[in-house]
């Protein structure tokens, strides 16, 4: 690891006592440090082309996509046609209605006779 990162066995040695790599032991009773303790430490070790930082995604259609497009593009318009909706529900404007005024009489004391048919249709006609 030391000569792969440029550095001094030493170095390593007073890392790992210092807990800042953190060191394995081996089956022969070495300690060894994964490659993966290094990268999170020092980074990418110089002039590495083993590990690329970002993989070219793939753009090509698959099939997968190709069924999937026409719901995705109604999935965007049906979006649209609900944000203009919604807009347009902002603009109006909420006007309750105004019930006519009623004339306000005085409520008859003593118990009311219930309603009769007559009485209703003639209260209709004044």
Same mark, same amino acid.
């Given at each position: ?33 994964? $490659?993966? %303790?290094?990268? @999170?430490?020092?980074? &990418? ?5 083993? *590990?690329? =930082?970002?993989?070219? /995604? ?19 318009? $049906?979006? %649209?046609?609900? @944000?203009?909706?919604? &807009? ?5 404007? *909420?006007? =309750?209605?105004?019930? /006519? ?26």
């Amino acid at each position: 690891m030391a000569n792969l990162y440029g550095l001094h066995r030493s170095t390593l040695h007073e890392a790992v006592a210092k807990g800042r790599v953190t060191a394995g032991i081996d089956g022969k009773g070495q300690k060894v440090i994964d $490659l993966s %303790e290094m990268i @999170r430490v020092y980074g &990418e070790p110089p002039g590495s082309t083993r *590990h690329s =930082p970002t993989p070219t /995604p793939d753009t090509s259609p698959t099939p997968l996509f190709d069924t999937l497009h026409p719901l995705l593009e109604e999935l965007r318009l $049906l979006r %649209e046609e609900v @944000r203009e909706l919604r &807009e347009t529900m902002r603009l109006l404007e *909420h006007k =309750p209605e105004v019930a /006519p005024a009623q004339p306000k009489t005085a409520a008859p004391s003593g118990p009311q006779e219930p309603a009769t048919w007559a009485s209703l249709f003639s209260a209709l006609d004044e």
